[in-house]
């Protein structure tokens, strides 16, 4: 699916602007500290119309918060997110309920995403028996037609979810999600949960209902390879903000963020005549209440510097449409430099 | 030719139920040298985990049946033991690893509590130099502030650091045979390179063989030195990883390594093996693979193909299997 | 395709009662539990006509404490020459009434307060657990026992503290499981398309939490006739009903002991026993049911006794591969580009 480039300059489907979302953390007592989870921060993104957008990253950078927050679920602490050009959390209800019937989810655990009580029947019709207005004949020949376009069978409409394989319950999932002919679709990580021979076919199915319906997707992964494959622009995210951000192809062609090299490199290749350098992180991901003030990669970052500890990096684009936030990229100032903080933290360890 | 550390012959697992009888292992042999990887590769269903818990003697009957030729562990035969010994094998001689650490773990106890049950059970460490062995273990595998983290519970860790406490579980007594099976599965993409890491290293530094169990292909470049395919309770190749990598000769072993995406991959569409796997229960005829197959004809859908040997120790179960050039 | 046949088969597939009902007819020891409760509920509703005696008849009095016998068969009572047998039949009446009466109010009180704590969530939530907090604290038995002296000794007194105090339990559980259900993303899908929150509750929660209630109330009709028959006994019920417990006390008192009728002191005995039995019977099994991963062991070694074993021989030698055909090698099968010679 190309897209050119000219499409970034039109009007974007979807539009994130300095987006933050908070969570506060309960307290133990009435009158200890109050602490934030900060799941996002500050995230600008923009979503063509057709186009697939890659959001990248693994457990805990927010990327399920930031979906959530594009499709009206949860609401910004901060920010604006537009659907079409409207700010879509101050819409009035009803055009609230209407905008959200464009927009619909495909979640990545096929075993808890179906009612287990529910036929396959049910399940596909059920956004149709909310929306109302339809028969029940009408809504019959709509989850049939998208039975067959997802390659199940009729005689599959009474069974319950227990009945189908992991890849065939995201078959039904996605049957669901679009049979209210949205025109975005949030895809949150749809093929982590299933084995890897069934990747494929999923994927597969995916694009070709994109393309005949000219959908747009949000692509969530954490698999660069898929997404080096179907997205036209990506960001990747760690800790809830944003380290690199733009065309996929030019992130891929030159990767900057040691975040995002320590991704590819951890995609491992099934080449084996390649060997290729492995980038190791230190430690674990560390929890996203009350992130470190500087940048919030550092304590990981094989390439960290002192300054990285206390001063946030800011996104500077490096390149047309490619943005990294990174010291390593933007370099401190003359003063900072003059301070010390661009020594590197720990030596370079081999590999 | 030196003698295998583990030796499967002519293993066969069977879960009657209601409506028949489940086929999960027919009749597979698998062999792992001293210090040697095996990888046993398959999807979902295939058997592969029933394998390992056979291995381990962990199978019960009722619910499965199981029939075994041969199983031997350095030359010690394990299938005639009664489950006591088994027990002194378990944990000793022989580890398992296993995939979700949150239920092998024990919620309760700390986990340096449950690595030291393991140095107080098998050897006769007094409870202070276990707990000396269990910091030391732990540091091994890289969890940092070992001596404090051991009084975590393993709710109180990440998940990675969970799935590093089992690798020290696994090598507390420095066993012969480490079972791991599907280790990083649940783990994010740069925790589970950094575990695979631990692993490698603490399987080569200490020669220790291992039996490897995962779908994920790319695990098993990294890891392994001999893989096992297995499909629908059979296994369809078996080669050393290089050979197999780069010339497969079963066409479900190159369907597999083609539906992995690549980052050197064009934008094009993946390629799918058509349909599911077969249900353990209704196996088709002949070949299990013969239906998804596009080398499929005489005699797949009546026959099934014996595992036959190729050349550099390689293995097929195939009629037509695929040939020296790489074929598309 | 006809929607009418769409809809045939669901609705069948729906009601879940009946299919409830014959899975636990097919387990064994479910088997057990309905026949005892179906036997129960029919000698409570039949008492007038099987029991011999009417025993609330003051003026038919036999002879006081007479030894069973053909005409009374567990003879009558030392204290008033009432017979026993008839008591026995009609002291179900109450255990019964009362067990499954409260045991179904408190699943809809356990129910509602539990789906509204855990899905409402917020100020409703804390109010509710608060509440069951402090219920759980007050002694119910000395309350039972202050209210008798105010309100006089009945059966409505009982069933009040038990509806007032018991829907905690059930509370607790079903919220969590609320909690777990609300998360679930197949009702952030149904949110996603509009769905009102009744919707959500009335479609996805309820019928998720509704295997739990059942299977709650079961086991608490069963301890609410054991918790009756200890409140008759200790002389709070209504004193001219006829229950079980209350024949205890009055076996105690009559000195059934000192006169060795033992069979005044196990017939009440027994009707509780079985009673209680019964219903716990059919709520474990019914947990199993609900639960396939709980399938009690005896079923599959019931399999496994039956099994057939040169079946089972045959099957694992159809796993072997087949013989080598030396001499009989098919050149047809080997296609024309296939470089390998024969095997």
Redesign the interface.
């Known amino acids: 699916m190309i897209v050119s480039s000219d499409s970034r300059h039109s009007d974007p489907l979807l539009e994130m602007e300095s987006v933050s979302v908070n969570f506060p953390v309960k307290r133990p007592h009435p009158f200890g500290r109050r602490r934030w989870i900060q799941a996002v921060t500050d995230v600008t993104l923009q979503v063509s119309e057709g186009e697939t957008y890659g959001i990248v990253g693994e457990s805990g950078c927010g990327k399920s918060t930031l979906a959530n927050a594009m499709i009206g679920m949860v609401r910004p602490t901060e920010g604006t997110v537009r659907f079409r050009g409207d700010d879509l959390f101050s819409l009035k209800p009803k055009a609230f309920k209407d905008a959200r019937h464009d927009m619909q989810m495909i979640f990545q655990d096929p075993f808890s995403s179906l009612n287990p009580r529910f036929t396959v029947y049910d399940i596909i019709k059920e956004p149709l028996y909310i929306r109302g207005g339809a028969s029940e004949a009408a809504m019959t020949e709509k989850v049939l037609e998208l039975l067959r376009l997802v390659g199940l069978d009729e005689e599959d409409l009474h069974r319950y979810p227990s009945d189908f394989s992991g890849g065939q319950r995201q078959r039904i999932g996605i049957a669901r999600a679009i049979v209210l002919n949205p025109r975005f679709l949030v895809c949150d990580e749809p093929v982590s949960g299933l084995d890897v021979s069934v990747h494929a076919q999923i994927l597969n199915l995916l694009m070709e209902i994109q393309k005949s319906r000219n959908l747009t997707y949000v692509f969530i992964s954490h698999n660069l390879a898929v997404v080096k494959n179907i997205c036209q622009d990506m960001l990747v995210m760690y800790l809830g903000k944003t380290m690199e951000i733009g065309v996929s192809n030019a992130i891929f062609a030159n990767p900057l963020h040691p975040y995002t090299k320590a991704l590819l490199s951890a995609v491992l290749d099934i080449d084996v005549r390649e060997s290729h350098d492995r980038i190791l992180l230190k430690g674990d991901t560390p929890s996203p209440i009350d992130p470190p003030r500087g940048c919030r990669f550092w304590q990981r970052c094989p390439f960290a510097m002192i300054g990285c500890e206390t001063i946030p990096a800011e996104l500077v684009e490096v390149e047309r449409d490619h943005q990294v936030a990174c010291h390593l990229v933007s370099g401190f100032s003359s003063e900072q430099r003059a301070a010390g903080l661009d020594r590197l933290v720990s030596p370079p360890s081999g590999g | 030719m030196t003698d295998p550390m583990l030796e499967v012959r002519n293993l066969k697992v069977a879960f009657p139920c209601a409506g028949g009888v489940i086929r999960a292992v027919e009749g597979i042999d698998l062999i792992t040298k001293k210090a040697e990887c095996v990888a046993l590769v398959g999807e979902s269903g295939c058997g592969k985990s029933v394998t390992a818990l056979s291995i381990m003697k962990l199978l019960r009957t009722p619910p499965s049946v199981s029939r075994i030729d041969k199983l031997q562990l350095d030359g010690r035969d394990l299938a005639r033991l009664t489950d006591r010994e088994m027990e002194r094998v378990r944990g000793r001689d022989m580890a398992m690893i296993f995939q979700d650490a949150m239920t092998a773990l024990n919620p309760v106890m700390t986990v340096g509590k449950q690595i030291d049950e393991v140095y107080r059970r098998h050897t006769r460490l007094s409870r202070k130099d276990a707990r000396q062995q269990t910091v030391s273990a732990l540091e091994l595998v890289g969890v940092p502030e070992a001596s404090s983290r051991a009084n975590s519970y393993p709710h109180e860790l990440s998940g990675g650091m969970r799935q590093r406490v089992l690798i020290a579980l696994a090598f507390a007594c420095m066993p012969k045979l480490i079972i791991a099976d599907e280790p990083t599965t649940s783990l994010d993409v740069t925790i589970q390179a950094q575990v695979l890491d631990v692993l490698k290293s603490m399987q080569q530094d200490h020669d220790v063989s291992a039996l490897l169990i995962t779908h994920d292909l790319s695990v098993v470049v990294n890891m392994a030195d001999t893989v096992y395919v297995m499909y629908s309770g059979k296994i369809v190749e078996t080669a050393a990883v290089q050979g197999l990598f780069l010339e497969p000769r079963h066409p479900y072993t190159q369907g597999l390594l083609a539906s992995v995406p690549r980052l050197s991959d064009d934008k094009q569409a993946f390629v799918q093996i058509p349909d599911t796997v077969p249900h353990p229960m209704r196996k088709p005829s002949g070949c299990y693979f013969h239906p998804r197959c596009s080398r499929s004809s005489i005699p797949c859908p009546q026959r099934m193909p014996r595992l036959e040997p190729l050349e550099n120790g390689r293995q097929v179960r195939c009629w037509h299997p695929l040939h020296q050039e790489r074929e598309m | ?1 006809s ?1 009418r046949s ?2 045939l ?2 609705a069948q ?1 729906g009601s879940s009662f009946l299919s409830l009902v014959k899975k636990l007819w097919q387990h064994p020891k479910g088997r057990v539990g309905l026949i005892l409760v179906g036997f129960l509920v029919l000698v409570a509703v039949l008492a007038p006509v099987l029991a011999p005696y009417d025993p609330y008849d003051v003026t038919q009095r036999a002879e006081k404490g007479l030894r069973p016998s053909l005409q009374h068969p567990l003879g009558t009572t030392i204290t008033t020459g009432q017979d026993i047998f008839s008591m026995l039949i009609y002291g179900s009446r109450v255990s019964l009434m009362i067990g499954i009466s409260t045991g179904v109010v408190l699943a809809f009180l356990g129910a509602l307060m539990g789906v509204m704590a855990g899905y409402i969530g917020g100020f409703v939530d804390n109010l509710i657990m608060r509440i069951v907090d402090v219920l759980l604290v007050i002694p119910t038995l000395p309350l039972i026992i202050v209210l008798t002296n105010f309100l006089g000794r009945s059966y409505f007194v009982i069933v009040l503290v038990f509806v007032l105090f018991g829907w905690t339990g059930l509370a607790r559980i079903i919220r969590s499981l609320v909690l777990v259900l609300k998360n ?3 009702v ?8 009102s929150r009744w ?1 959500v509750m009335t479609k ?1 929660i309820l ?2 939490t509704s295997h739990l209630i059942i299977m709650n109330t079961t086991l608490t009709c069963a301890g609410i006739m054991v918790a009756e028959a200890g409140l008759s006994f200790l002389g709070l019920g209504d004193p001219t009903a006829i229950s079980w417990g209350k024949m205890l006390a009055e076996a105690q008192g009559g000195g059934a002991l000192l006169f060795g009728a033992w069979w005044w002191i196990l017939a009440p005995g027994a009707g509780i026993f079985l009673a209680v039995f019964s219903f716990m019977r059919i709520g474990i099994v019914m947990e199993e049911v609900f639960n396939p991963r709980m399938k009690a ?1 005896s079923s ?2 019931k ?2 006794k039956h ?1 057939n074993n040169t079946y ?1 021989e045959e ?2 030698r159809s ?4 013989e ?1 055909p030396e001499s009989s090698q098919e050149p ?2 080997l ?1 024309a580009s ?3 010679g024969p ?1």
């Open positions: 395709m929607e769409v809809f088969r669901v597939r679930s993303n197949y952030k899908a149904a949110e996603l398309a509009g769905a919707y996805h019928p998720g062991s599959i070694y399999l496994f099994l089972l099957v694992f796993m072997e591969d087949e080598c047809d099968y296609d296939h470089a390998e095997p």
